[in-house]
């Protein structure tokens, strides 16, 4: 059964039409017959691009261009799109990475089926392409770890999600879940709406109220580039915990996760406080550990001098069976993310079609 009509994508978007342009060719081209929504914040010469690049799709597409000013808050801004969805599920979306079409009915059916869900997703891709292209040739993909929470408690379920902090967000979900999680956004500042708080927010109450399953179906294809919101922003992590207002936002998410435990499995509120706090902090310290790792391995180091470089290089190929070490140390060592993509696109995979489909939206039109 095809349950598209039951469901609806929702795009926030900043000054991106060729990203708009490849997510939209790619519904068009796998015959999605659900709702997109798009929720743009663009200046006023890229609104123009994107305005156009919808207006191509019209035809083919069920989409609807909703448009604010820059100076909105990204929370106000997803919790009026969320406004704007009038079916019983939905699915938040970066411009740049897609659901893949022939998840979203069995997705959907699962959460038809099985009401102490709140949220369903399926195996997930991050790829690259050469000097970060948006149509171009994949030169890099591997897996990428999405939520899945099977416990049987919501407490459990929202411990068990801060101590991994797998991708919550892009599960298809139901639309009364999302509305309460981005109603929360609103009282946030545009910058602790769209980093870190906001992802923690919804993930409390997605967790909480239900179950999340992982199904056996390719569901996400992400993109890694230079240019996401994400990446930048972790390059100055700590004016995330020095900024003014973080006290005032991690009190709303400690406020919401108290309320909602309560409502689920700790009715007591110093213990779900208490609770709580030893989740978040534990989540904290992990952060700090993570980011002084990446700032102690991103230090550049001393370069060789080229003549030095080439001329170690040039001893070591006159050792004796120099070429079959090469291949046994490749072999064993290589990064093995060429291999995965070969095997992908091997017509015995089980994922073949849906990764030919979307390998043809990276191509030039």
């Known amino acids: 059964m095809n349950y598209h009509h039951k469901f609806t994508i929702f795009v926030p978007t900043l000054n991106r039409p060729l990203f708009i342009n490849r997510l939209l060719k790619y519904y068009k081209l796998t015959k999605f017959n659900g709702y997109i929504?798009?929720?743009?914040?663009?200046n006023e010469i890229e609104l123009k691009k994107n305005r156009q690049v919808i207006s191509n799709y019209k035809q083919s597409l069920k989409v609807k261009h909703f448009e604010y000013a820059s100076s909105v808050p990204f929370g106000e801004v997803l919790?009026?799109?969320?406004?704007?969805?009038?079916?019983e599920f939905a699915g938040y979306?970066?411009?740049?990475?897609?659901?893949?079409?022939?998840?979203?009915n069995p997705c959907i059916d699962y959460l038809l089926q099985n009401k102490e869900f709140s949220g369903v997703n399926g195996r997930s891709l991050i790829y690259s392409t050469e000097e970060d292209l948006i149509f171009g040739k994949i030169n890099n993909i591997k897996n990428y770890k999405l939520a899945n929470l099977e416990k049987n408690f919501g407490s459990e379920r929202l411990k068990e999600f801060f101590e991994n902090i797998y991708n919550l967000n892009m599960s298809i979900q139901r639309t009364s879940n999302l509305l309460d999680s981005y109603k929360e956004l609103t009282k946030l500042t545009h910058k602790h709406s769209k980093f870190i708080f906001d992802e923690l927010i919804h993930a409390t109450i997605t967790s909480i109220r239900g179950k999340v399953k992982q199904l056996d179906k390719l569901f996400l294809i992400r993109q890694a580039h230079s240019t996401q919101y994400y990446h930048q922003a972790y390059k100055n992590f700590f004016e995330w915990f020095i900024d003014d207002y973080w006290e005032k936002s991690y009190f709303i998410l400690e406020d919401l996760a108290i309320s909602e435990l309560q409502k689920s499995d700790i009715k007591d509120y110093d213990i779900s406080r208490q609770y709580f706090r030893n989740l978040f902090f534990k989540y904290y310290k992990n952060m700090l550990?993570?980011?002084?790792?990446?700032?102690i391995l991103n230090k550049p180091k001393k370069k060789f001098r080229l003549s030095s470089k080439n001329f170690v290089i040039s001893k070591i190929k006159k050792i004796k069976f120099y070429k079959f070490i090469k291949i046994i140390y490749t072999k064993l060592f290589r990064d093995n993310n060429s291999d995965l993509l070969d095997s992908l696109l091997n017509k015995s995979s089980r994922d073949y079609e849906d990764l030919l489909l979307f390998t043809k939206t990276l191509e030039k039109n």
């Open 289 to 295: 550990v993570d980011y002084h790792t990446k700032e």
């Open 93 to 104: 979306l970066a411009d740049d990475d897609i659901i893949v079409t022939s998840s979203i």
């Open 37 to 42: 929504v798009i929720g743009d914040s663009s």
């Open 79 to 87: 919790y009026d799109l969320v406004n704007n969805i009038e079916t």
